[in-house]
Nanobody, 126 residues
Framework: QLQLAESGGGLVQPGGSLRLSCATSGFRLDYYAIGWFRQAPGKEREGVLCISSTGDSTMYDDFVRGRFTISRDNGKNAVYLQMNTLRPEDTAVYYC???????????????????WGQGTQVTVSS
């Protein structure tokens, strides 16, 4: 069974940092594009960042520019979302998803990603 699992979420104060990890089970990440999405309470899920199979990143949410970065380590079969200078507005459930096309979609449409994790809660609050 092909699965993704997010980890690293938690409670952090405004201005703090977290690093989320996305690990696979049952398949290797090498040829997949991996996207990070988030869903805040009462809002629709939105794309944040994506990294292609070749390591090129695509930013979907300008709100995270200069604060969030995405990276991948194919040797560890993992993708990471480094989140710095966190704000209360970043509070959400964060999901990673895999797209077998290998390239990041121009538009972060959820239906383009075949495999999803269960999500990890990130809460930014003092």
């Amino acid at each position: 069974q092909l699965q993704l699992a997010e980890s690293g979420g938690g409670l952090v104060q405004p201005g703090g940092s977290l690093r989320l990890s996305c690990a696979t089970s049952g398949f290797r990440l090498d040829y997949y594009a991996i996207g990070w999405f988030r869903q805040a309470p009462g809002k629709e899920r939105e794309g944040v960042l994506c990294i292609s199979s070749t390591g090129d990143s695509t930013m979907y949410d300008d709100f995270v520019r200069g604060r969030f970065t995405i990276s991948r380590d194919n040797g560890k079969n993992a993708v990471y979302l480094q989140m710095n200078t966190l704000r209360p507005e970043d509070t959400a459930v964060y999901y990673c998803a895999a797209d077998s096309e290998g390239a990041c979609p121009v538009v972060p449409s959820s239906y383009l990603y075949e495999i999803w994790g269960q999500g990890t809660q990130v809460t930014v609050s003092s």
